[in-house]
C-alpha cells in the first residue's frame, strides 16, 4: 500500500519569507501524480499544485514550486514570498488510482 | 454556491443515536468520496462511488453506512457510534473515479462529535 509521510507536523515563517514543506512516499508504482493541498483554517480544502511523476520538470504555481526527486520519493513543497493568507493545514498527496493523504503540517505565517 | 456542501456542519450525538450526514456536489462529476480526518492522522479514505456504484470500502466498520442514490448526493448514515469515531469527516467529488490525476474538490467537512 502506497503511504505518505509529512515529518513535520508544525512549521512557522516570517511574512514574506521563503519556507519548505517536506514530503515523502512510498509505492513500487511508475505512474503516479502527487500534489499538495491547502486546508485554510474551518475552509474547505483546496489544491495547490500538481505534479506528474513522468515529467521531470519541477511544477510551479506563481509562489509555490515544488522539488520533485523521483529516485528519493520526495516531494516538497517551496512557498516564496509567504503571505498571511498562507497561514493553513498543507497536505501532500499520492494517487494512482484513489489519493491517498499524509498527516498534514500547520504552517503559521507571521506578521 | 459552493462546489461540494456538506450538512450538517457540526453534529453531536450519543453512542445510541442514529444520524446521517448528507453531501452534494453541483459540479457535474461521476465520483463521490468519504474521507475521515482525525488530528494528527493522515485523512482516511472511507467509501468511493464511481457512477453511483460503490468501489471502494477501505475496511470502515459496519456502523458506517454509506449511500449514493445519484452521481450528486453521497450520505454517510451513522449508526453505534464509538468516542474515537469523533472526527471531522470530509466529503469530496471528482470527475471520474480511479483516474490518477484527477483533482479532488472538498467540502467545508462534517465536525462529528460521539458522547
Known amino acids: 500500500a502506497q503511504t505518505v509521510t509529512q515529518s513535520q507536523p508544525e512549521m512557522s515563517v516570517q511574512e514574506a519569507e521563503t519556507v519548505t514543506l517536506s514530503c515523502t512516499y512510498d509505492?513500487?508504482?511508475?505512474?503516479?501524480?502527487l500534489f499538495w493541498y491547502k486546508q485554510p483554517p474551518s475552509r474547505q480544502m483546496i489544491l495547490v499544485i500538481r505534479?506528474?511523476?513522468?515529467?521531470?520538470q519541477n511544477a510551479t504555481e506563481n509562489r509555490f514550486s515544488v522539488n520533485f526527486q523521483k529516485a528519493a520519493k520526495s516531494f516538497s513543497l517551496k512557498i516564496s514570498d509567504s503571505q498571511l493568507g498562507d497561514t493553513a493545514m498543507y497536505f501532500c498527496?499520492?494517487?494512482?488510482?484513489?489519493?491517498?493523504f499524509g498527516a498534514g503540517t500547520r504552517l503559521t505565517v507571521k506578521p | 454556491e459552493t462546489g461540494v456542501t456538506q450538512t450538517p456542519r457540526h453534529l453531536v450525538m450519543g453512542m445510541t443515536n442514529k444520524k446521517s450526514l448528507k453531501c452534494e456536489q453541483h459540479?457535474?462529476?461521476?465520483?463521490m468520496y468519504w474521507y475521515k480526518q482525525s488530528a494528527k492522522k493522515p485523512l482516511e479514505l472511507m467509501f468511493v462511488?464511481?457512477?453511483?456504484?460503490?468501489?471502494e470500502n477501505n475496511s470502515v466498520p459496519s456502523r458506517f453506512s454509506p449511500e449514493c442514490p445519484n452521481s450528486s448526493h453521497l450520505f454517510l448514515h451513522l449508526h453505534t457510534l464509538q468516542p474515537e469515531d469523533s472526527a471531522l469527516y470530509l466529503c469530496?467529488?471528482?470527475?471520474?473515479?480511479?483516474?490518477?490525476?484527477?483533482?479532488?474538490?472538498f467540502g467545508e467537512g462534517s465536525r462529528l462529535t460521539v458522547l
Open positions: 505534479q506528474e511523476a513522468y515529467k521531470q
Open positions: 509505492t513500487s508504482e511508475n505512474n503516479y501524480y
Open positions: 462511488y464511481n457512477f453511483k456504484e460503490q468501489t
Open positions: 498527496a499520492f494517487s494512482n488510482n484513489d489519493m491517498r
Open positions: 469530496a467529488s471528482s470527475q471520474v473515479g480511479g483516474k490518477i490525476s484527477g483533482e479532488l474538490f
Open positions: 459540479l457535474g462529476h461521476n465520483a
